[in-house]
């Protein structure tokens, strides 16, 4: 019954490294998505990928690149980590029919120095 | 494009006390309405929802009913607790493929 799983559930960056954040469901939905949420803020949208081969930009997604492995797997990579990218990380999925609800990680709290 | 209108935080109440978190909503058709829950050093889990106009939506004693004619999708609680503690987002599955649209969260602080 795992749901959405992320990983790594923390990390910490240096200014210009990168990392890849790691997404995966197993509830077979089409749908996935990246949000970040920073303090005192709502979620905002940085990719989602509405079916296997196919991923769409959000409402902040400069600085990101994302990729959809198979139908389970979304992964969010940050190819030159910046301090403004301090954030807490949250992957999403859910079906593509529209009264179904999404399912969301535990969160990956990043922190760049 | 579609939109989703939450009162601003945080609301801070007594134990016992009623509870009601205001949502407002624009949107082209006919959405399904969501309000979710985010616990502290948690992820945003399902609270209720609600697919069409005049369904209430009911979970943990909270509850919401979906007013088209008032655009709205208020969230209230007869008697709320501590653990009630926590941030509140109201969605609508709308926009391209269907894709949530979210509010800008509630924080609520519910004290003993």
């Known amino acids: 019954n795992a749901g959405v799983t992320q990983t790594p559930k923390f990390q910490v960056l240096k200014t210009g490294q990168s990392m890849t954040l790691q997404c995966a469901q197993d509830?077979?939905?089409?749908?996935m998505y990246w949000y970040r949420q920073d303090p005192g803020m709502g979620l905002r949208l940085i990719y989602y990928?509405?079916?296997?081969?196919?991923?769409d930009k959000g409402e902040v997604p400069n600085g990101y690149n994302v990729s959809r492995l198979n139908k389970r797997e979304f992964s969010l990579r940050l190819e030159s980590a910046a301090p403004s990218q301090t954030s807490v990380y949250f992957c999403?999925?859910?079906?593509?029919?529209?009264?179904?609800?999404?399912?969301f990680g535990q969160g990956t709290r990043l922190t760049v120095v | 494009g579609d939109s989703v209108t939450q009162m601003e935080g945080p609301v801070t109440l007594s134990e016992e006390a009623f509870l009601t978190i205001n949502c407002t909503y624009t949107?082209?058709?006919?959405?399904?309405l969501f309000w979710y829950v985010q616990y502290p050093g948690e992820g945003l889990q399902l609270l209720l929802k609600a697919t069409k106009a005049d369904d209430k939506g009911s979970n943990k004693g909270f509850e919401a009913t979906y007013r088209k004619e008032t655009t709205s999708f208020h969230l209230e609680k007869g008697s709320v607790q501590v653990s009630d503690s926590a941030v509140y987002f109201c969605a609508l599955s709308g926009g391209s493929n269907y894709q949530l649209i979210w509010g800008a969260g509630t924080k609520l602080i519910i004290k003993p």
């Open positions: 999403a999925s859910k079906t593509g029919t529209p009264n179904t609800e999404a399912f």
């Open positions: 990928s509405a079916s296997e081969g196919t991923t």
């Open positions: 509830m077979n939905h089409n749908s």
């Open positions: 949107a082209t058709g006919y959405p399904s």
